[in-house]
């Protein structure tokens, strides 16, 4: 059974940074597309970030100066920078496709972890 388990989240001010962590096996994160997403209350889930099995990231445009994706061993990571309130959300890690990411789409995720709040007070 595929586990993605987050951490890292929390609070910090406007200004502050996180670096969040999604904790799975080593084949998956060598050999699949994965990214990071968030939801806000009453908004929709959104892309932030997502990586393909050749280190190759693609950015969403909410994060994208502010965000770096990357890989460890087992784990996939989001650092995050310059955080707003407006990033105040709940954050996701999730599966994609076997190699690529041939789009930049959460209908392209299968499995997600049970998420990690961040919460920016201004």
């Known amino acids: 059974q595929v586990q993605l388990v987050e951490s890292g989240g929390g609070s910090v001010q406007a200004g502050g940074s996180l670096t969040l962590s999604c904790e799975t096996s080593?084949?998956?994160?060598?050999?699949?597309?994965m990214g990071w997403f968030r939801q806000a209350p009453g908004k929709e889930r959104e892309e932030i970030a997502i990586?393909?099995?050749?280190?190759r990231p693609t950015y969403g445009a909410s994060m994208k100066d502010r965000v770096i994706i990357y890989k460890g061993v087992g784990n996939l990571y989001l650092h995050m920078n310059n955080l707003q309130p407006e990033d105040t959300a709940t954050y996701y890690c999730?599966?994609?496709?076997?190699?690529?990411?041939?789009?930049?789409?959460?209908?392209?995720?299968?499995?997600w972890g049970r998420g990690t709040p961040v919460n920016v007070s201004s």
């Open positions: 999730g599966l994609g496709r076997l190699w690529s990411c041939p789009t930049f789409s959460i209908a392209d995720i299968h499995t």
């Open positions: 080593e084949d998956l994160v060598q050999k699949y597309c």
């Open positions: 990586i393909d099995s050749y280190d």
